[in-house]
């Protein structure tokens, strides 16, 4: 049933009128149309102690996703909208899949939500889709929880016949993410995790030091924490090679209104929902990003803080 939005909200906030495309007029109330409207959790995988996967019924949102988007959600009327990258979607299916690290209250609580559990509203999927073209020998490089961010762009850039490698960097062996699934399709993938405890011990930039000095490349893709972008970004300067980073600036509404996730890029501002996420990572000024990421932290530091206690207290 397709449905308009809402005209008229009564006054105690009790329920809601529709009129639907065929001009009927429906009333809901607030439950029932908390429980329309919903998204529904179908699938979930624990990852790994810190990231989850979840699998999400939104037929709408999977027909338009493409590789490289993100979607911005609100579990529930008391959260914050926060975003999250499209991992993956099934527009047969009528499901978008996402994968989430639990840093905060926010994504902490969309990690306990579990299969049959609702998310109240999902916006998307938002930003340019990577452009996936034929361009020769590519680097995708994923950090962290960017490694899921990386994977649906470094098959992509598969299927379109390049000649891909990839990079995935974690702090340690448990925290490694996504190795199967990229394996699946790229012969090329190197491991560094902080410790050593799998693969190479290092960084992901010591591997691509040796990739630069041992063969000439179109295109380096770098997806993680931004000093491992901005890393990544320096190193393939003096190259000259082309490099994308998908930046992760504070976001808010996600559609170029408020002005939360502004950077300075090319000595311009630009948003990064709707001018980005993907940047090219030799115009982007790191440090202001950085800086304009970390203006938060004691509001989220008390946040989790209070949610730990009020965890305490439920148990
Ligand atoms: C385009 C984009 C795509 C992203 N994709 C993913 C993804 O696929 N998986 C994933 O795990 N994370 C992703 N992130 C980061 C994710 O949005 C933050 O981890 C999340 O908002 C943290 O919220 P919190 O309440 O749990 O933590 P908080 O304690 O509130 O914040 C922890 C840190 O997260 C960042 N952050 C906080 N609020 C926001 C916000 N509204 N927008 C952006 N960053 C914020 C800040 O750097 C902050 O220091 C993405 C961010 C962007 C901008
Ligand atoms: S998040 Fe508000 S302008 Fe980008």
């Known amino acids: 049933m397709a449905f308009n939005k809402p005209r008229w909200l009564l006054k105690e906030n009790k329920g809601v009128f529709f009129f639907s ?22 699938y979930k995988k624990q990852l790994n102690p810190e990231i989850c996967l979840l699998e999400i019924e939104a037929k709408d949102l999977a027909i338009a996703a493409k590789a490289g988007q993100f979607i911005v959600l609100r579990i ?4 914050e909208r926060f975003p999250l990258t499209l991992y993956d979607f099934d527009r047969e299916k009528g499901t978008i899949t996402i994968v989430c690290q639990a ?54 850039m598969n299927e379109k016949g390049n000649d891909v490698t990839v990079i995935i960097g ?31 011990k290092g960084f992901v930039t010591d591997v691509l030091k040796e990739l630069l000095e041992k063969n000439t490349y179109d295109l380096v893709f770098a997806i993680g ?21 998908s930046l992760n600036s504070i976001m808010i509404d996600g559609t170029g209104m408020c002005g939360g996730c502004r950077v300075q890029y090319d000595g311009k501002t630009k948003f990064t929902c709707v001018d980005g996420p993907e940047f090219d990572g ?13 203006r938060y932290k004691d509001k989220e530091t008390k946040a989790m803080e209070n949610y730990g206690h009020k965890c305490k207290i439920g148990l």
């Open 21 to 42: 495309k065929k001009k009927y007029v429906f009333f809901f109330t607030k439950k029932h149309y908390n429980e329309v409207r919903m998204y529904k959790i179908i």
């Open 76 to 79: 529930d009327e008391q959260g």
């Open 103 to 156: 840093i905060g209250v926010s994504t902490k609580k969309l990690c306990a939500l579990n299969v049959g559990e609702n998310i109240l509203d999902i916006a998307g999927p938002l930003g340019h889709a990577t452009k996936v073209e034929n361009i020769g020998k590519v680097i995708c490089i994923g950090g962290g929880v960017g490694t899921a961010e990386t994977y649906p762009i470094a098959k992509a």
């Open 170 to 200: 974690a702090r340690n062996k448990d925290l490694v993410i996504c190795e199967k699934e990229i394996k699946e399709f790229c012969d090329n993938v190197h491991i560094t995790t902080d410790n050593g405890s799998y693969g190479r």
């Open 225 to 245: 924490p931004l000093i491992m972008m901005k890393m990544v970004s320096e190193m393939t300067r003096p190259k000259k090679i082309k490099t994308l980073v």
């Open 282 to 294: 030799h115009l982007v000024d790191f440090e202001d990003v950085m800086r304009r990421n970390g």
